[in-house]
């Protein structure tokens, strides 16, 4: 299947990165390319620009490759947390495009969709944990535990109940089967609106690729390898990741900590970066048309002010 991926908050991202011509740039989830194309066109390569594009999905890389081709451009097989450990030494500006791909919804034998049927996998990379790892091997309270806290889904207990006797009877082998158990142990006013499908199969694919220490890690390194004065452009697609980008944004954006009643500053403490987006940026109306997938990112963005 060609990878196809079409790039959420294109124009804003890269207005939002202040690029520089002779500056270099970190695309930690290049996908098919099309931030890091729009990137790539504003760099001078030969006069000291660059870029270094991270995904864990091979068929991402490869994509990348292609459309990519025309620039000396770094691609990295790897997970962006671990940007720290390939030798970068600076940025002057780091992209998170978080979440799941289209290409990776889009291709059954992924496992990643409620809507095909296809064997469980859900993996970006080269994990070894599976979703049919978790379904069929995690115990009821671990499952009850990831439901609850990576779907937020408040019908956790009565979707894991179902998922522990129905493998007792023969192992959950696909998306169709792990759907019809979770709306089968729904209550049935839920079965009408939204797929209820949608938070569990989040919450385990969450899980096999350890999304969000993956995102706290990388946060961490992104912010060391930022040069001063660089930014930060991170694109998120569910409350849990927003929650994290939006407080470690706020915590490095904090100054003075002293208590309120205190007539002057004692801690000495400044700001670590300034908040671009006091507010997130949200698609138009017109991308929304275009592109459903697209609801509800959200793109925050901060400056490097000095090293913590």
């Known amino acids: 299947m060609e990878y196809s991926h079409q790039p959420v908050l294109l124009e804003e991202t890269v207005r939002a990165l202040n690029i520089k011509p002779d500056g270099v740039y970190i695309d930690c989830t290049v996908g098919g390319g099309g931030h890091s194309a729009k990137i790539a066109a504003r760099l001078d390569f030969t006069g000291g620009g660059g ?78 944990l599976s979703a049919y790892d978790v379904a069929n091997g995690y115990s009821e309270g671990e499952l009850v535990k990831i439901l609850f806290e990576y779907g937020e889904e408040k019908y956790a207990r009565g979707i894991t109940r179902g998922i522990i006797a ?11 089967e792990l759907a019809e158990i979770i709306k089968r142990n729904v209550p049935l006013s839920v079965r009408g609106g939204k797929n209820p499908c949608r938070k569990t199969f989040q919450a385990i ?79 138009g109306e017109r991308e929304l048309s275009e592109n459903r997938r697209a609801r509800s990112a959200k793109l925050r963005v901060i400056e490097k002010l000095k090293r913590l």
């Open 51 to 128: 870029l270094i594009c991270f995904d864990r999905d091979t068929d991402a890389i490869g994509a990348a490759q292609k459309r990519l081709s025309g620039y000396p451009v770094r691609l990295i097989n790897g997970n962006f947390a671990d940007m720290a450990d390939y030798g970068i030494t600076g940025a002057d500006g780091i992209l998170m495009d978080l979440g799941v791909s289209s290409h990776q919804l889009d291709s059954p034998e992924r496992g990643f969709s409620f809507h095909m049927d296809a064997p469980l996998d859900m993996r970006m990379g080269d994990s070894e």
């Open 166 to 176: 129905a493998r007792e009877k023969a192992p959950i082998k696909s998306t169709r």
């Open 205 to 283: 694919r969450i899980e096999v690729n350890d999304e969000l220490r993956s995102l706290a890690k990388g946060l961490e390194a992104a912010f060391g390898l930022l040069n001063i004065g660089g930014r930060m452009a991170i694109i998120t697609f569910h409350s849990l990741e927003d929650r994290r980008v939006k407080n470690a944004f706020a915590e490095l954006a904090a100054g003075c900590d002293c208590p309120k009643n205190m007539p002057l500053c004692v801690c000495g403490k400044t700001p670590a970066a300034a908040l671009i987006t006091r507010k997130p940026i949200t698609p």
